[in-house]
Each structure stands twice: as structure tokens, then as C-alpha cells.
């Protein structure tokens, strides 16, 4: 059973920072791609970044250059920093990875970006 378990969510100004941080129990978790969405109130699901097993990364417009995508292979964990939050950043964060065609979630955590 894969779970995912998202932390580091809350409540910040804008312009200011917050670290999210995934804790994946996947046994093969360093060959897995990582996803970062996040869904605003009204809106469907969107993409935000991927990390790959080697490292490489991914970033939707609307946060590159903002958002860094990273993991740790010996913690099972990846982490998104954000920074530069603007209002519109506002939603629910989720941590995804598929294996074996199967698709796994965690259960979200908040960020409202918001003075």
C-alpha cells in the first residue's frame, strides 16, 4: 500500500515563502516520478511541478521560477519551496506518484496566501 503524506501548509503573506514536504512509503520511491498539483476552490486539479528519480524537474508556467521541485532518495520524501506567493497561489497542495498504473494521492495540505 503506497501512502503519501503532505505537511508545511498554512497561512502566509504575499510575497512570502512556504516549504511543503511529501513523505512517500514507496519501497522503490527512488525510481518513482514525483508530482506536485494543487486545487483552488471552483477550480479542476492543476499541475504544478514533477521531479524525476535523476533529478530532473518540471515546472507548470505559473510557477517557474518560483517553485523548486526536490527530493531526498534516503528519506523518501520531496519537498516544494515557494516562493514570491501571490494570492492566486491559494489552494489545496497534493503529492502524487503512479505505480504499477496505479495512481496514488496524499490528502492535501492548505496554503492561503493572503494579508
Known amino acids: 500500500q503506497v501512502q503519501l503524506v503532505e505537511s508545511g501548509g498554512g497561512l502566509v503573506q504575499p510575497g512570502g515563502s512556504l516549504r511543503l514536504s511529501c513523505a512517500a512509503s514507496?519501497?522503490?520511491?527512488?525510481?518513482?516520478?514525483m508530482r506536485w498539483y494543487r486545487q483552488a476552490p471552483g477550480n479542476q486539479r492543476e499541475y504544478i511541478a514533477s521531479?524525476?528519480?535523476?533529478?530532473?524537474?518540471y515546472y507548470a508556467v505559473s510557477v517557474k521560477g518560483r517553485f523548486t521541485i526536490s527530493r531526498d532518495n534516503a528519506k523518501n520524501t520531496v519537498s516544494l519551496q515557494m516562493n514570491s506567493l501571490k494570492p492566486e497561489d491559494t489552494a489545496v497542495y497534493y503529492c502524487?506518484?503512479?505505480?504499477?498504473?496505479?495512481?496514488?494521492w496524499g490528502q492535501g495540505t492548505q496554503v492561503t496566501v493572503s494579508s
Open positions: 521531479i524525476t528519480g535523476g533529478g530532473n524537474t
Open positions: 502524487q506518484t503512479t505505480v504499477y498504473s496505479n495512481e496514488y
Open positions: 514507496i519501497t522503490i520511491f527512488s525510481i518513482q516520478i
